[in-house]
Nanobody
Framework: QGHVVESGGGLVQAGGSLRLSCTAS????????MGWFRQAPGKEREFVAA????????YYAESVKGRFTISRDNTKNTVTLQMNSLKPDDTAVYYC???????????????????WGQGTQVTVSS
């Protein structure tokens, strides 16, 4: 209970787009600041984007700024990551996570996030 479920991953050619979504059962996401992380094979988890509880504030990793957009619909209890102009380096498992602790709505450290689900695989071919 409380874990999120991510969806929307898949295989896409470089330059293409994907839209990832996450939702949670038994927990109201609007009470939380949320984030997306990703992890490629053999690499550490990497911060991608974050959004505050209301959706008014967002923060992005430099590597995705201008290409990815994080948003949320609290009426539907969902958080979305729109990914455009995808590159092979974006290939990874993507996780939607809940921010806990700290004073800011975001952190680039995975230790400030909880409820890591199974993630959704994104593969970008060249």
């Amino acid at each position: 209970q409380g874990h999120v479920v991510e969806s929307g991953g898949g295989l896409v050619q470089a330059g293409g787009s994907l839209r990832l979504s996450c939702t949670a059962s038994g927990r109201t996401l609007s009470n939380y600041d949320m984030g997306w992380f990703r992890q490629a094979p053999g690499k550490e988890r990497e911060f991608v984007a974050a959004i505050n509880w209301s959706g008014a504030l967002t923060y992005y990793a430099e590597s995705v700024k201008g290409r990815f957009t994080i948003s949320r619909d609290n009426t539907k209890n969902t958080v979305t990551l729109q990914m455009n102009s995808l590159k092979p380096d974006d290939t990874a498992v993507y996780y939607c996570v809940t921010k806990v602790g700290g004073s800011s709505y975001y952190s680039v450290s995975p230790s400030f996030y909880r409820y890591w689900g199974q993630g959704t695989q994104v593969t970008v071919s060249s």
